[in-house]
């Protein structure tokens, strides 16, 4: 039997498809058939094979880091999971020896490897078929859409943030409003959030904010860092914001946020900024208004992929809704085109058209 797959085989830009023969499973290896993947803003550093990517990634790969499928065979080890079993892939393949994985936090394994990525194996979700092993998969326990199944990985970046900030009965803050922090204002929203504000350079991830729950928004394009902290502090009556998720990944955005951070205020760092971390006024931003500072890195396993299912189960949270692009795999080009070019938000692919 044969399948359809994408690999980089070269240090070259972009993918090619392949006709290779559908993988047998061995040992704890579930094969899965791919139903849908979706691109991540981060996969424009592996499509590009820029600096970035030789880091992360190793060849030869196939892409494609977010995905759901079927289960239709399973290698002789495997012990929960049966065929016909729907599931999402935990891309962060953590390691199990370590001693984050012992205290259970395998979300930080000191020896991480990425579905998607290579460096260790080859296999990704674009592709029709996948070998993954049990351990990274995730059960679907709802009859959530494919669509949704494939966006719990991005929506768990989001509520491990969210749940990280302790929003219940806070106003919250989200700076940058692509999939990840659009997810992170209706998770903010689901979990008790007050109010929620969003910032964004873009007028049109602007709506989406307010499609996904956003009380207020603000175009960031206008001012910056000091136009959001005139705005939230015209909201909070000078206080300051209590809770901020910081998605942009916009390091100067991220240094100004402590500024009209409330005292004993919570940040929460999600975006991937290039430029090192400054603050202007350490003593009064920081040190004086006692502070708490996280970051978070993919999803608590398994904990936050079933606290995302009962949400989009119970629709308290529509991941769908940040979806531009629903697309055959075969028209890869065309997603990533539309994924440079800054006009799509979410895409999804489907390998089986």
Not at 248 to 265: D, H, I, Q, T, V
Not at 270 to 275: A, I, R
Request: glycine share 10%; proline share 3%.
């Amino acid at each position: 039997m044969q399948m359809e797959t994408l690999v980089k085989r070269t240090a070259t830009e972009g993918y090619e498809v392949e006709t290779v023969p559908v993988p047998v499973p061995i040992q704890d290896e579930v094969l899965i058939k791919v139903t849908k993947v979706a691109i991540c803003g981060s996969d424009i550093n592996l499509y590009k094979w820029n600096d970035v990517a030789q880091v992360i990634a190793s060849l030869p790969f196939t892409p494609g880091h977010e995905a759901t499928g079927t289960v239709v065979a399973t290698g002789p080890g495997v012990k929960k999971l049966v065929v016909g079993d729907r599931i999402a892939v935990e891309n962060h393949f953590f390691c199990g020896n370590c001693f984050q994985c012992k205290i259970s936090r395998g979300d930080i394994c000191s020896n991480l490897n990425q579905y998607g990525h290579g460096k260790g194996t080859v296999h990704g979700g674009c592709s029709q078929f996948s070998i993954v092993q049990e351990k990274y998969c995730y059960k679907l326990k709802h009859h959530i859409s494919d669509v949704d199944a494939v966006l719990l990985e991005p929506m768990g970046v989001a509520h491990n943030a969210i749940e990280t900030l302790s929003v219940k009965d806070e106003s919250v803050l989200v700076i940058g409003c692509g999939p990840v922090g659009l997810l992170a204002i209706a998770c903010a929203k689901a979990l008790g959030a007050t109010k929620v504000f969003a910032a964004d350079i873009l007028d049109e991830r602007l709506e989406l904010a307010r499609i996904m729950g956003a009380d207020e928004t603000f175009n960031s394009s206008i001012g910056g860092t000091e136009f959001v902290k005139q705005k939230i502090m015209q909201l909070t009556g000078g206080d300051g914001i209590g809770r901020i998720c910081e998605a942009s990944g916009c390091a100067a955005m991220l240094n100004g946020c402590f500024s009209y951070l409330r005292k004993g205020g919570w940040v929460t760092i999600v975006g991937l900024p290039k430029q090192p971390l400054h603050v202007e006024n350490v003593l009064q931003d920081i040190v004086f208004k006692s502070i708490t500072l996280h970051s978070v890195h993919g999803r608590r396993i398994f904990h936050t992929w079933e606290k995302c299912e009962e949400l989009v189960a119970q629709s308290q949270v529509q991941p769908h809704l940040v979806v531009t692009h629903d697309i055959a795999m075969s028209k890869y080009d065309a997603a990533f085109s539309a994924l440079l070019s800054g006009k799509a938000c979410k895409i999804v692919m489907d390998p089986q058209a």
